[in-house]
């Protein structure tokens, strides 16, 4: 039997599996807009936002009957202190940011009965190394899916991306369960008129581009999301828009609406109103806000179900739910195989021995499953794109369909209405790509193909042998 860490790993892994809410990291660079993200997923304003001390920790956000806050040091054992009110971060958290490895914020939130929902402090340093990133890292791979938060994208985006995944090679984050997010959108631009059109433009462009990284690129405006779904957005913000809506002329308001200081200095609200307005909704979101009222909208709840719609939030919750909560399963499942690979090879005692062998072949036989192996073709796509991983077009075109596939692992590479007899030859066809591939004298590209020939066998012989 197990004794020790075996022990503990597996017994962590059953105790994983029976959670029921999905373990959901958000990841980015810093002030890509993650924390707002998770205030408007979480629709209560959690997350510290902008750069204090605390944005700078790992945060857990689980559910929990009770609101309190345990504080993991990096030496010593953790710790409760009190929420802030509200049930957030406080401010003091017993000791220095620096000295703290993660909080965990447990609140009787729903979502987060479905969610275990994962603030990180942000990748900048990847490149560079650092403490933090080590940190974020962690929480990262100990994560079921992956919420990969950008602003305006660009070859940054992808470098820290493909370091990223490169860096969790082995973890369970695979290409469908990593969701781009296009955030801070009502900044693209001049910041002037209709966000949206340009925002699903570079949504798509980078949802090529990122192909075989993320499963798709989501464009959100995340503080009005999080204005939108979240608590605080009072019956007297809603009064203070409908004086500004009655005070300003198109003329004027296009003056106030020019830039953040233009607000502030001549917007005619109280200075308080000006500051609160701002920092809720942002410019984009009082100028929507503005026509809802001179449209007629009236109180906090019209206004806030009318800005939702326009903060893209929804889109987001719904593929959420298809590509993380529908696959939940296969999630875990990768998770938990993850978890247990670095005790598999270490028995202690002759009959742990026996029992680790009997795991590992049962491992070994649900990791050939192509669902479970998207993971490991996620890796291998980050080292195609990091060009580590010489491999033709047909291939990679292969790998592509592997590691991205929502559908019966059968039917990989097949346009969705192909006939089921045009199966095996096209399964045929890839399996000698691969096995040509196999006898590569450049050792990982051979080890990749002996992986993708049997995932295309397995494919094979589930049609033949029905
Ligand atoms: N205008 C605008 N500002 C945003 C948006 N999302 C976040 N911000 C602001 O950007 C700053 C950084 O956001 P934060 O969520 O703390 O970023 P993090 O470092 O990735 O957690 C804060 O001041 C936010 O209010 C957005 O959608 N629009
Ligand atoms: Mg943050």
Same mark, same amino acid.
């Given at each position: ?7 503990? $790993? ?52 689980? &559910? ?55 603030? $990180? ?9 650092? %403490? ?12 079921? %899916? ?302 990749? %193909? ?5 995932? &295309? ?7 033949? $042998?029905?």
């Amino acid at each position: 039997m197990l004794t020790g860490r075996a022990a503990e $790993t597996v017994d962590a892994v059953v105790a994983r599996l029976a959670e029921e809410a999905l373990r959901v990291a958000v990841g980015g660079r810093v002030n890509a807009g993650k924390s707002t993200l998770v205030n408007a997923l979480l629709g209560q304003s959690l997350a510290a936002t902008d750069a204090t001390e605390c944005t700078t920790v790992v945060t857990w956000f689980r &559910y929990h009957h009770h609101n309190r806050v345990e504080v993991t040091p990096r030496t010593g054992p953790a710790y409760h202190v009190p929420s802030a009110p509200g049930g957030g971060v406080p401010a003091d958290l017993g000791r220095p940011a620096a000295q703290v490895a993660r909080v965990a914020v447990e609140v009787s939130n729903a979502v987060l009965k479905r969610h275990t929902v994962v603030d $990180t402090p942000g990748l900048d340093s990847l490149t560079g190394g650092g %403490a933090l990133d080590r940190d974020s890292l962690a929480a990262l791979a100990s994560c079921d %899916a992956l919420l990969f938060v950008m602003p305006h994208p660009g070859q940054r985006e992808q470098e820290s991306l493909t370091a990223l995944r490169a860096a969790m090679d082995g973890s369970g984050l695979a290409v469908r369960n990593t969701l781009g997010v296009l955030s801070r959108i009502d900044q693209l631009g001049d910041g002037y008129g209709d966000p949206w059109p340009q925002a699903d433009r570079i949504a798509t462009r980078y949802a090529a581009r990122l192909r075989g990284l993320v499963s798709d690129v989501i464009p959100i405006a995340g503080l009005l999301a999080e204005a939108a779904l979240g608590d605080s957005f009072t019956e007297s913000d809603a009064f203070a828009l409908q004086d500004l809506a009655h005070a300003t002329s198109p003329e004027l308001r296009g003056r106030i609406l020019y830039s953040p200081e233009d607000f502030l200095a001549e917007a005619p609200v109280g200075g308080e109103a000006r500051a609160r307005l701002l920092s809720l909704l942002g410019l984009y979101g009082i100028g929507e806000a503005l026509a809802l009222v001179d449209d007629g909208a009236r109180g906090a709840v019209r206004i806030t179900r009318a800005l939702r719609a326009r903060s893209g939030i929804d889109r987001l919750l719904d593929t959420m739910r298809t590509t993380f909560t529908e696959d939940a399963d296969v999630l875990r499942a990768q998770s938990a195989i993850t978890a247990l690979d670095p005790v598999l090879w270490s028995p202690s005692t002759p009959a742990e021995a026996t029992a680790l062998s009997a795991l590992r072949a049962t491992l070994d036989r649900l990791r050939r499953l192509p669902a479970l192996r998207q993971s490991e073709y996620a890796t291998l796509l980050a080292e195609f794109h990091a060009g580590r991983l010489p491999l033709p077009p047909p291939a990679v075109q292969d790998l592509i369909d592997l590691a991205t596939a929502r559908t019966d692992p059968a039917r990989v590479g097949l346009p969705p209405t192909a006939p089921t007899s045009e199966i095996p030859p096209a399964a045929d066809e890839r399996i000698r790509r691969w096995r040509r591939l196999e006898s590569d004298y450049r050792l990982p590209l051979s080890r990749a %193909a002996q992986s993708l020939r049997e995932t &295309y066998e397995s494919i094979y012989y589930h049609y033949k $042998t029905p």
